[in-house]
Structures are given as structure tokens and as C-alpha cells.
């Protein structure tokens, strides 16, 4: 089970980072960003690339959670949830292969 869990979020990681190196190449004929008080181009860039940001942000954190799900395979601590100790149902192992917490301690 280990080696199935390992590699889910293997494939996991490399799908994020392939995201994250997309979302970081600079967008083509970006031209001059700015805010007017028109919604041009210029602002639909600014407002693409903020959208980007947040999304790259978004992805870092889902990135260190897989890293820190991995982590505690290799320490023998997956599947207990860091809070209580208990274990963390099949179901959302399942749905969240990335959980360290159990549902009721999720946030």
C-alpha cells in the first residue's frame, strides 16, 4: 500500500510543478500593465496576471502539503492525523491522499 500511496502522490508533485512552470513563463507582448479608467488591455493583463499569482500561490501550498505528506511516509507517521493521533479514514486518504488531519480537524 505504501508504494501505491508513494507514487499517487508522486504523479501528484509532478503535475503541480509542471502547473507552477507553466503559470511562470512570461505571458507573451505583455506590453506596458497598468489600471486605467477604461478596462483595456492593459488592465486585462494586470488582472490575468494577478489571477496567475494566486493560482501559483495556491499551487505552492498544495505543493508542500504532497512534500509533507510524503515526509511522514517515510517517517511511518502516514495516515495519523498530526492533531489527535487517530487515524484518517480511507475515504478522504482517498479523496486527499495529501491529508495529515483527521475531518474533524481539518481546516
Not at 486585462?44 to 508542500?64: C, F, K, P, S, W
Request: net charge negative.
Amino acid at each position: 500500500m505504501d508504494a501505491q500511496v508513494r507514487d499517487v502522490l508522486v504523479a501528484k508533485e509532478a503535475e503541480i510543478v509542471e502547473q507552477m512552470t507553466t503559470l511562470s513563463r512570461p505571458m507573451q507582448e505583455q506590453g506596458s500593465i497598468s489600471f486605467g479608467k477604461r478596462v483595456g488591455d492593459g488592465t486585462a493583463m494586470a488582472v490575468d496576471r494577478l489571477t496567475a499569482v494566486t493560482a501559483h500561490d495556491n499551487l505552492q501550498g498544495l505543493l508542500d502539503a504532497v512534500r509533507h505528506a510524503q515526509a511522514r511516509l517515510d517517517q511511518g507517521r502516514y495516515g495519523v492525523c498530526e492533531v489527535c493521533g487517530s487515524s484518517i479514514p480511507a475515504g478522504r486518504l482517498e479523496a486527499r491522499p495529501w491529508a495529515t488531519t483527521c475531518v474533524a480537524h481539518s481546516t
